[in-house]
């Protein structure tokens, strides 16, 4: 007997950068540095990630969300919905709640008024990254579209002390491979 055909599966060169890609993310601080660095490593010439906001309404902060990030029942949380792009490149979408009161104000500012990722604006607070969760896409072709949904992760960001400031949903697709980017990958 033989089982119905299931999406194709990934090629060797696919499924290997996803690893080598997801294995990062996992023990990153942030994944702003390290798409950047993934990038670089890709030959772009301009491998700085830029935070496109994407419109629509906000997602409401669930109560199992607001209790990982330790909210108060006065305290309120942000909404930013972004495509991270390198270059030309859609590398992810992120959907990301962060704790306004746990960060500065010209953090805050950054986040409302400019395109620089979050990652990147909160540095300076040395975040520290706990995944929650990692859950492969299965619809990929072999050969991944660069907006083929691949991953996606889900994670807390904290301060070295264990203050949650931020949790973000992350959706990787295919673009982040390099494989149509016509540099080394």
């Known amino acids: 007997m033989t089982s119905p ?14 690893a080598a890609l997801t294995a990062r ?5 942030s994944a702003t540095a390290v798409l950047e660095a ?6 772009l010439p301009d491998a700085a990630l830029v935070a496109e906001r994407i419109p629509g309404p906000d997602k409401p902060l669930g109560d199992v969300q607001r209790r990982r990030l330790g909210l108060g029942p006065d ?4 909404y930013r919905r972004v495509r991270l792009v390198c270059g030309p490149h859609v590398l992810s979408v992120a959907d990301n709640w962060y704790v ?8 805050n500012q950054n986040l409302s008024a400019t395109g620089v990722p979050f990652g990147r604006v ?19 072709a072999a050969s991944p579209a660069a907006d083929t949904p691949l991953f996606t992760v889900a994670a807390v960001l ?3 002390d ?24």
Do not use: K, N
């Open 5 to 18: 055909a299931g999406p194709p599966a990934l090629d060797g060169q696919a499924q290997a950068l996803i």
């Open 25 to 29: 993310l996992l023990v990153g601080p």
């Open 38 to 43: 993934w990038c670089a490593e890709r030959g």
């Open 75 to 78: 305290e309120t949380a942000r």
């Open 100 to 107: 306004p009161g746990r960060l500065t104000p010209a953090m």
């Open 122 to 140: 909160v540095q300076a607070l040395l975040p520290t990254r706990r995944t929650l969760a990692v859950h492969p896409l299965g619809s990929a």
């Open 158 to 160: 904290a301060t070295p």
């Open 162 to 185: 264990g203050v949650p400031f931020c949790e973000v949903d992350e959706t990787y697709l295919g673009a982040v491979l390099g494989l149509s980017w016509g540099h080394g990958a």
